[in-house]
Structures are given as C-alpha cells and as structure tokens.
C-alpha cells in the first residue's frame, strides 16, 4: 500500500523533489509521485487531497516554487499531514516559495522544510520519523542511517594551513 505521497507543481520541480523520493525508496516506504498544480489543474489538487485519507496516505510530500499554494491547498482538503517543500524559484530564488508555504494562517499547519535538495530529503527523514512510530523496523533503520551520519562527520579531516 502506497504510504507517501509526493506532489509537486511541475515537472520542472523532479530536480529538487526527486531528493524525497530517494530517501523514502532507500528506506524502503512505498511511495508515489504526481505532479499536481494549485493553480493550473485546482480540480485535481482537490480530488487528490479529498482521497488521500482513504487511499492510506499517511503523509505528503508537497513541493511547489513561486507562489505555492499546493501545500497549503492540499492541507486545507485533507487531515493527512502535509509536509511542505520549496522550490527555488527563478527570480527569487525560492523565497517566495518559503515564505508561501511557511506564513499559514492558524488551524491549518504545513510543516515546511529548507528550500531545495535539502528540505526535499529532510521531508521524506520527517515522514520516515512519523512512520517509524508504528514500524519498529523503519525506527531501526532510521537509527542505522543516523549512526552512519554521525560516522562519516566524525570521519571527517581538514587541510594542514601551508
Ligand atoms: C510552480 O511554478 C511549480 O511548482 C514550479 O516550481 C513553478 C514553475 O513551473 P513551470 O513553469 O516550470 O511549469 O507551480
């Protein structure tokens, strides 16, 4: 059964998004990915959040740049949580994609994460988290990943000055 859901605007927005599906597909989560726009397919957007409960979708991933309403959007139709990603943006460079998703009004969080590659994979470790509280395996696994972390900082050497 698919666990997460990852949306984004565009097909323009894989670059960034696909960094969540390659965390939650090393972990081992089942997944799916669809390109969803607030603005350009609203029907759609509407349709995915009014199902996504009764699908099983335990999270969603929302990754959208410029004006981003897709989380935002998504979270007002659905109680599933909606874990927010934002995409660096041509003129702005994505802070007005974070300041988008982040500025919700009271009642209807997004948890919103850093803009580009690194909030899109620390979404999927959130949602690896939330789901690791039922599935002691993924808990493991997220501990392993963890341990491996903190073993390759520790590793770490820097250059002798000249
Ligand atoms: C948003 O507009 C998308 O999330 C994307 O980041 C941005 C640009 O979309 P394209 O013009 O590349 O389709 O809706």
Request: glycine share 8%.
């Amino acid at each position: 059964m698919i666990e997460v859901g990852i949306v984004m605007g565009s097909n323009s927005d894989w670059e960034v998004m696909q960094n969540a599906a390659r965390v939650l597909k090393d972990f081992g989560v089942a997944f799916e990915t669809r390109v969803v726009s607030a603005h350009r397919t609203p029907d759609l957007l509407f349709q995915y959040a009014e199902t996504a409960a009764e699908r099983g979708l335990k999270a969603i991933i929302a990754g959208a740049g410029g004006a981003a309403h897709l989380p935002g959007m998504l979270a007002a139709k659905t109680h599933v949580p909606v874990l927010g990603v934002p995409v660096p943006s041509k003129y702005l460079r994505g802070e007005d994609s974070l300041l988008s998703i982040v500025q919700m009004p009271k009642g209807i969080p997004v948890a919103t994460f850093a803009i580009g590659e690194a909030g899109a994979a620390n979404a999927a470790l959130f949602a690896v988290a939330m789901l690791a509280n039922a599935v002691p395996e993924l808990a493991e696994k997220l501990i392993a990943f963890r341990k491996r972390q903190e073993e390759t900082v520790l590793g770490m050497t820097l250059p002798e000055v000249e």
